[in-house]
């Protein structure tokens, strides 16, 4: 029972535990916490990366393409015809934004799989504080393209008087819960998936460590087939996000 008891203790600590946020750098100023945090720390990293790549990939610029360079051409042209089909042409003001959205998410997925480093995309604040840029971004967008006609978008057209009230309160909700929806399924999934690769380490150490290795062969395998499925998901995420935001940009330059 003690042992048991230990057991789920040492899970609830180590699986929880590694979203902790730190802060590296204490800094008040004016009663409030701005310190430098691990969390701000591998967002710096995320940047970093991203920049370097592209940067470094493109810095000779070939005819005949590297493999650097063939791979930063590719991540332009998969987030550039992403833009153009989902929005249109009209949309390729918006390409420069979409691009650093999907490979901030992304590298931002993929270095939590690291061990030892930290998911940022893991939290709630950062995922909805990046919805919440996108829903402004939208809602800007619209006003500014169809002034006072973009309140239409709550009443589509053909709609009878008698349910007008109800459409346009249904249509609301629908419009206000996108940050919400976006920062909860990005949070989600990227919490679930450390917390389960987390949890099967613990099985594979504590089994491997009473039954001399034999017990942890099973959990090992588990985890690894968790760690590829994560990959997969860290780079789908980053998709779906991106994808949202250019259907969110579409209703907004269309209005349909």
Not at 173 to 182: D, E, F, K, Q
């Amino acid at each position: 029972m003690a042992g048991a008891t230990d057991l789920r203790g040492m899970i609830e600590q180590e699986a929880l535990g590694q979203f902790a946020i730190k802060p590296l750098i204490p800094i008040k100023l004016g009663g409030y916490d701005l310190s430098f945090t691990n969390s701000a720390l591998f967002m710096v990293v995320a940047v970093a990366l991203a920049t370097f790549l592209f940067t470094f990939a493109m810095r000779k610029r070939a005819v005949v393409p590297g493999r650097g360079q063939s791979l930063a051409e590719l991540s332009y042209e998969f987030v550039y015809s992403l833009v153009k089909e989902q929005i249109g042409d009209e949309g390729k003001r918006f390409f420069p934004f979409v691009f650093s959205l999907f490979f901030f998410i992304l590298f931002g997925n993929l270095i939590g799989l690291v061990p030892g480093f930290f998911t940022f995309t893991s939290h709630i604040i950062v995922t909805f504080g990046l919805a919440a840029v996108v829903f402004v971004l939208i809602t800007v967008v619209a006003l500014a393209i169809h002034g006072t006609h973009f309140f239409s978008y709550f009443l589509p057209e053909g709609v009878p008087k008698a349910l007008a009230p109800l459409i346009v309160v249904v249509e609301l909700i629908s419009y206000l819960s996108r940050p919400v929806s976006l920062s909860i399924r990005l949070f989600a999934n990227m919490m679930a998936g450390h917390t389960m690769l987390k949890v099967f380490a613990i099985f594979t150490v504590v089994l491997g460590g009473a039954t001399f290795f034999v017990g942890g062969a099973l959990p090992l395998a588990v985890n690894v087939a968790l760690y590829a499925l994560e990959f997969l998901v860290a780079m789908l995420q980053a998709y779906v996000f991106t994808i949202l935001t250019c259907i969110y940009l579409h209703d907004a330059v269309h209005l349909h």
